[in-house]
């Protein structure tokens, strides 16, 4: 069946519909997947506890909505494109066929190494092929896929390995980034001396860098495969999934504590991936797609794998960086491979734009038909820049706006068919009722408003829990106002009823689109050994969106206080990743607290923002004082 919407008229009428007899409408859109056995009831749900369940008693896998239901029709057409780091390495193309029979073989090792249904396994891996197949193993089989992104430190994949109690990893003894040689392998191996539960590793080869290889514990992908290969065992038959059997947990940053790993179910989650992609980006049988993302976060979960073979669509994977071996690199790709539809970040467009114009100009970017963007707000600049010199004035930008929690485009234009405004996410999908409430949470009614963003109904693609502790899931995105998902993000509704978000109103930087929570990097730099108390802020970066500053108190005088904020710098990358780097530190001597004690944040941000003379009611101020050292020692 056609899902698609195709024309603004067909928008309002399906959304309407949508609104008014919601099952109703997800009826007739499931229906148009493979399922193994129908639903009872297409919903069922309260967003007290919560317990959101979709498509009750449906059984299903998804790995057959996203290869075998292809195999017939499209089974000679690339499912996924593969562009290496280095562009003299050769790519690689897989058609539907050929990924089908790669997952199966993989999902066969797994099972030889003794993985089953609701096993979590760990992946760590480069943005290679084998990633994907690693994850639609892992789904063909039933166990839950935990994929932690390359640039995580050891700390990082040992607690989220812990966290969810995994039984296996899949890794590679090292990948490439631009010019960079990334040692996975060594810093999972350093990430594993603190994880019992781990009793096999799967090594792919990818940079054939010297590593450890562990008896009985690790082994190699290509010897694994031969393995299978040898016994016969070349079709592995796709394990019945209930609708709410979790299929994947994805880890990230919130505005308190270690990063929480969002649930995601098999059902309602496929449903939402390929509807909104085919929505969203009017995907064109036979069309190129590329999205730029990592698998390791949710947009290149939702909208490289899992959404885009869901609907059959030839996916592009890129493993390398915008601006190597220059900054032409996305053209050329674009160029080489034709791609039609392409979804970016901001923080992409803005780092390409500063090389200037000599990077695109000669580059045929005629094949491109629709431009995405993601991941934070997109600045006026980029907008132009990004419409102008690479849609070439016509491409619509469908600048979308979603979460790791939501699955999937909760708002966004669908290409082509909902008129486009620079910087809005302009309207939600069918099925999504967006409200805007103030801080008590009364809904703010009409438009030409703004506030806190919220969403009343539940839609197939939401999390459905935070993995171990589901009081944690309420007490986040369900309890800051009753009977509403809050989404942490501030919200302005125009005159037209259009939607621009704004950014985060709770204590998440979004550094070059990746969520970096301040209390995370707090913990980080307090475990620096002369680090008495710190507090993180973001502040408005050119190229990253947002960027990190800390403001550190140290117990002693430093020699250099260069090499000390060195030092500072090397244990946040070693506690969370190189992402979370700071910056910059400035050293003070207090921080502005309240008479009971609470960092005053708001003055710390305003004065990172350089909105010195604007700070506000500074009344409730146990030391004044303190604010004009910190003012004086502000770094520009
Ligand atoms: C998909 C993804 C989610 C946060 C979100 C918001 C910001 C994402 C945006 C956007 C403005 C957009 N965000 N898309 N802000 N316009 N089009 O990025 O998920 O990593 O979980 O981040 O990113 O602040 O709350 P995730």
Known sequence: MDLSIKSFEDYQKVYQHSVEQPEQFWD???????????????????????????FVGGKLNITENCLDRHLA?????????????DPEEHHRAFTYKQLHQKVCLFANVLKNNGAKKGDRICIYMPMVPELAVAVLACARIGAIHSVVFGGFSAQSIADRIQDANCSMVITADGSYRGTKEVPLKNVMDDALVQCPSVKRVIVLTRSRTPISMIKGRDVWWEDEIKKVETLGMLNCPAEEMDAEDPLFILYTSGSTGKPKGVVHTCGGYMVYAGYSFQNVF?????????????????????????GPLAMGATSLLFEGVPTWPDAGRFWDIVAEYKVNILYTAPTAIRSLMQFGLDFVKDKDLSSLRVLGSVGEPINEEAWNWYHEHIGKKNCPIVDTWWQTETGGILISPLANVTPVKPCFATLPLPGIQPILVDEKGEEIIGNGVSGNLCIKFPWPGMLRTTYGDHERCRVNYFATYENLYFTGDGCMRDEDGYYRITGRVDDVINVSGHRIGTAEVENAINMFSDVVESAVVGYPHDIKGQGIYAYVILSRETDDDEL?????????????????????????????????????????????????????????????????????????
């Not at 530190?585 to 003055?603: A, D, E, Y």
């Open 73 to 85: 029709d499209k089974g000679d057409q690339p499912a996924l494109i593969w562009e290496p780091n």
């Open 282 to 306: 009017q995907y064109q049988p036979e069309e190129v797609y590329f999205c730029t993302a990592d698998i390791g976060w949710i947009t290149g979960h939702t909208y490289i794998v899992y």
């Open 564 to 636: 000390t904020r060195k030092d500072i710098s090397m244990t946040v990358s070693r506690i969370i990743g190189a992402i979370a780097k700071p910056d910059k530190i400035q050293f003070v001597s207090g921080l502005p607290k309240t008479r009971s004690g609470k960092i005053m944040r708001r003055i710390l941000r305003k004065i990172a923002e350089g909105e010195v003379n604007s700070l506000g009611d500074t009344s409730t101020l146990l030391d004044p004082a303190v604010v004009d050292e910190i003012k004086n020692g502000r770094l520009s």
């Open 28 to 54: 007739t859109v499931a229906s148009s997947f493979v399922w193994k056995k129908k639903w009872n009831k297409v919903l069922d749900w309260n967003f007290k506890e919560p317990d959101i369940n979709w």
